[in-house]
């Protein structure tokens, strides 16, 4: 119903005043009668106090009465060493309810200062913030995310004249598919300490605490861990004698290195920007976090006479950076990057099976710092190129107890990625029988595959099919032309959509059919042919479909060109699978 919010900023300390209602709607929401409010206790650095609660009820005769929470059934919890938590449970509660309860939280902390997210996981009706500096000497800059606040404050937030923000009937925020952060779309407020005043021998000095990208691109490149790897020459030099690359183009000798790297180191798992091991000990476990392994890529390709540089990079599940101000909790990741022919290329090693010009989908959040030495800089990450998978399937019905089909499956880049990765984890028992539920009554009689191993070219897979139980005497065969179906269900099922949907990489599915028609048959019904699109150019879908003769052909083509569609293109969107999977279920039907 409500969420009001006072930030008092003081000599002695920082004030955070909180006042929540919630009403009932349902059953499933009395779980909500439990609350836990967080504080960070380390040092004492954080302490929530005045925890007062109640439960709100109509009577019969339209009078609300009020249960409060006793005080000794307020608790407090030790969750880790530096984490604690406040717990009470709401007494009395029903459906119709509303839980009132408020609190403070007092911090230390003037640096890292608490924000104010207006959108929690229910609808809100109301939620505002006051915030009031009384320690004249501190100087704070507000940071504002989210359409709607946009909208309404953006000329006062440049003007950074605001003390108070609020918004009303926003729409819950949750998790939803294909989205990296849903924090990145939050209506939120975030207070950013850019100085403070001091006096110093009678004098008055403004220390100005706001960084630079280019002086946070020194200080990161300074760190002894960071030169602990870029200073390693000796050693580069020695890996780079194992490499055999005379006479090899530029390109070459890049694809080369990396390929030194990401058969010999194996990645653990962690996405760091700092390294935690030196080279020396990278060398010897052979295995290490993103930051190791891509600033060992960045020294090698240094030494090697290019253009090379570590490059810092938030993932998409860590969120997208607001490069309007420097701070370097905003990365989580380190990548590499090499100037060839005047622009940028993106290196991440930590994969065996991905290629150099590929990089992982986490890597894939539209902006990318280069820690350069003499000059560092901005660069965009360009669109990866389209996911493929085409299909050539030729079926011959000349004997109807014993139909052939013949399946080619190619798939190019990302498609290729985890295709080989599915296969090679799951290994080909399993693998195969996975692809059951596509192949609806066909049986697998052969498969066998190309290019599994060379990472840089598509993989192509090659199935026999049969059909063992066809009837020998059917007067009518209902033969579905798609043999080969990767859309049986719809992936965007949710019927309101509130956040985006990111898909990351442009995607293009082809299935090409020949299908011969058995002596004494003729085609009595045939699929339609049909084109949709989706708005703005966003993608198509065509099916094409003839008869010649004792053949007949089918191509269907779907391609999303783009890679962010906004939530009011979702019910379009929602709606152009729902076509394409009814499509791929029509018939073709041939009378003896």
Request: glycine residues 4%.
């Given at each position: 119903?409500?969420?009001?919010?006072k930030?008092?900023?003081?000599?002695?300390?920082?004030?955070?005043?909180?006042?929540?209602?919630?009403?009932?709607?349902?059953?499933?929401?009395?779980?909500?009668?439990?609350?836990?409010?967080?504080?960070?206790?380390?040092d004492?650095?954080?302490?929530?106090?005045?925890?007062?609660?109640?439960?709100?009820?109509?009577g019969?005769?339209?009078?609300?009465?009020?249960?409060?929470?006793?005080?000794?059934?307020?608790?407090?919890?030790?969750v880790?060493?530096?984490l604690?938590?406040?717990?009470?449970?709401?007494?009395?509660?029903?459906?119709?309810?509303?839980?009132?309860?408020?609190?403070?939280?007092?911090?230390?902390?003037?640096?890292?200062?608490?924000?104010?997210?207006?959108?929690?996981?229910?609808?809100?009706?109301?939620?505002?913030?006051?915030?009031?500096?009384?320690?004249?000497?501190?100087?704070?800059?507000?940071?504002?995310?989210?359409?709607?606040?946009?909208?309404?404050?953006?000329?006062?937030?440049?003007?950074?004249?605001?003390?108070?923000?609020?918004?009303?009937?926003?729409?819950?925020?949750?998790?939803?598919?294909?989205?990296?952060?849903?924090?990145?779309?939050?209506?939120?407020?975030?207070?950013?300490?850019?100085?403070?005043?001091?006096?110093t021998?009678?004098?008055?000095?403004?220390?100005?605490?706001?960084?630079?990208?280019?002086?946070?691109?020194?200080?990161?490149?300074?760190?002894p861990?960071?030169?602990?790897?870029?200073?390693?020459?000796?050693?580069?030099?020695?890996?780079?004698?194992?490499?055999?690359?005379?006479?090899?183009?530029?390109?070459?000798?890049?694809?080369?290195?990396?390929?030194?790297?990401?058969?010999?180191?194996?990645?653990?798992?962690?996405?760091?920007?700092?390294?935690?091991?030196?080279?020396?000990?990278?060398?010897?476990?052979?295995?290490?976090?993103?930051?190791?392994?891509?600033?060992?890529?960045?020294l090698?390709?240094?030494?090697?006479?290019?253009?090379?540089?570590?490059?810092?990079?938030?993932?998409?599940?860590?969120?997208?950076?607001?490069?309007?101000?420097?701070?370097?909790?905003?990365f989580?990741?380190?990548?590499?990057?090499?100037?060839?022919?005047?622009?940028?290329?993106?290196?991440?090693?930590?994969?065996?099976?991905?290629?150099?010009?590929?990089?992982a989908?986490?890597?894939?959040?539209?902006?990318?710092?280069?820690?350069?030495?003499?000059?560092?800089?901005?660069?965009?990450?360009?669109?990866?190129?389209?996911?493929?998978?085409?299909?050539?399937?030729?079926?011959?019905?000349?004997?109807?107890?014993?139909?052939?089909?013949?399946?080619?499956?190619?798939?190019?880049?990302?498609?290729?990625?985890?295709?080989?990765?599915?296969?090679?984890?799951?290994?080909?028992?399993?693998?195969?029988?996975?692809?059951?539920?596509?192949?609806?009554?066909?049986?697998?009689?052969?498969?066998?595959?190309?290019?599994?191993?060379?990472?840089?070219?598509?993989?192509?897979?090659?199935?026999?099919?049969?059909?063992?139980?066809?009837?020998?005497?059917?007067?009518?065969?209902?033969?579905?032309?798609?043999?080969?179906?990767?859309?049986?269900?719809?992936?965007?099922?949710?019927?309101?959509?509130?956040?985006?949907?990111?898909?990351?990489?442009?995607?293009?599915?082809?299935y090409?059919?020949?299908?011969?028609i058995?002596?004494?048959?003729?085609?009595?019904?045939?699929?339609?042919?049909?084109?949709?699109?989706?708005?703005?150019?966003?993608?198509?879908?065509?099916?094409?479909?003839?008869?010649?003769?004792?053949?007949?052909?089918?191509?269907?083509?779907?391609?999303?060109?783009?890679?962010?569609?906004?939530?009011?293109?979702y019910?379009?969107?929602?709606?152009?699978?729902?076509?394409?999977?009814?499509?791929?279920?029509?018939?073709?039907?041939?009378?003896?």
């Amino acid at each position: 119903l409500s969420d009001h919010g006072k930030i008092i900023i003081d000599a002695g300390n920082v004030m955070i005043e909180r006042h929540i209602r919630i009403k009932i709607l349902d059953k499933k929401a009395l779980e909500r009668a439990t609350v836990k409010i967080p504080y960070y206790a380390k040092d004492r650095r954080e302490n929530v106090e005045k925890v007062e609660a109640q439960t709100l009820v109509s009577g019969k005769t339209g009078q609300v009465i009020a249960t409060p929470v006793p005080k000794d059934q307020i608790f407090e919890v030790d969750v880790t060493h530096e984490l604690k938590e406040k717990r009470f449970t709401f007494p009395g509660v029903e459906v119709g309810s509303v839980l009132e309860y408020r609190y403070k939280t007092i911090s230390e902390d003037y640096v890292f200062l608490e924000g104010w997210d207006f959108q929690s996981d229910i609808p809100t009706l109301l939620s505002e913030v006051e915030a009031e500096v009384r320690l004249k000497s501190l100087n704070y800059r507000v940071l504002l995310q989210g359409d709607r606040l946009l909208s309404k404050y953006e000329k006062q937030a440049a003007e950074q004249s605001l003390t108070k923000w609020s918004l009303e009937m926003l729409p819950a925020l949750k998790e939803e598919s294909f989205v990296g952060n849903y924090g990145d779309y939050a209506e939120k407020i975030r207070f950013q300490l850019t100085g403070y005043t001091k006096q110093t021998m009678g004098s008055v000095e403004f220390v100005d605490m706001m960084t630079t990208w280019e002086k946070l691109s020194e200080d990161v490149l300074s760190t002894p861990s960071f030169h602990g790897y870029l200073s390693r020459g000796g050693k580069a030099r020695d890996i780079l004698s194992q490499i055999s690359m005379p006479g090899d183009s530029k390109l070459a000798k890049v694809e080369k290195i990396y390929n030194h790297v990401r058969r010999n180191f194996n990645w653990n798992g962690k996405y760091r920007v700092f390294p935690e091991q030196t080279v020396g000990q990278l060398l010897e476990t052979k295995q290490g976090s993103s930051a190791e392994i891509n600033l060992l890529l960045a020294l090698l390709l240094e030494e090697a006479d290019f253009d090379a540089h570590p490059v810092l990079l938030s993932t998409r599940r860590h969120g997208k950076v607001q490069q309007s101000y420097a701070m370097l909790n905003q990365f989580n990741h380190l990548i590499a990057s090499v100037k060839l022919d005047n622009k940028d290329l993106l290196l991440n090693a930590t994969d065996p099976l991905r290629p150099y010009n590929l990089l992982a989908e986490e890597d894939l959040n539209w902006a990318a710092f280069v820690l350069g030495k003499k000059e560092s800089r901005w660069i965009k990450i360009e669109q990866a190129p389209a996911a493929k998978q085409s299909v050539f399937a030729e079926i011959n019905l000349s004997d109807p107890a014993k139909p052939a089909c013949q399946l080619s499956v190619r798939y190019e880049a990302h498609e290729a990625l985890n295709t080989r990765k599915k296969y090679l984890s799951l290994g080909e028992p399993k693998y195969l029988s996975q692809h059951k539920a596509a192949l609806g009554d066909y049986q697998l009689v052969n498969f066998k595959q190309e290019n599994l191993e060379k990472i840089e070219d598509g993989l192509v897979q090659q199935y026999e099919l049969t059909l063992e139980d066809a009837d020998k005497q059917a007067k009518t065969l209902y033969f579905q032309p798609v043999v080969w179906n990767p859309f049986t269900e719809n992936p965007f099922k949710g019927t309101v959509r509130n956040l985006p949907v990111e898909l990351v990489y442009p995607r293009s599915y082809q299935y090409v059919l020949k299908l011969k028609i058995p002596d004494g048959y003729q085609v009595q019904e045939m699929p339609k042919p049909l084109l949709l699109a989706l708005p703005d150019n966003m993608g198509q879908f065509r099916y094409q479909i003839a008869q010649n003769g004792s053949e007949v052909s089918l191509m269907t083509l779907l391609q999303v060109k783009t890679v962010f569609v906004p939530a009011d293109y979702y019910s379009h969107l929602q709606h152009f699978y729902d076509q394409i999977i009814g499509k791929y279920k029509e018939m073709v039907v041939l009378k003896k």
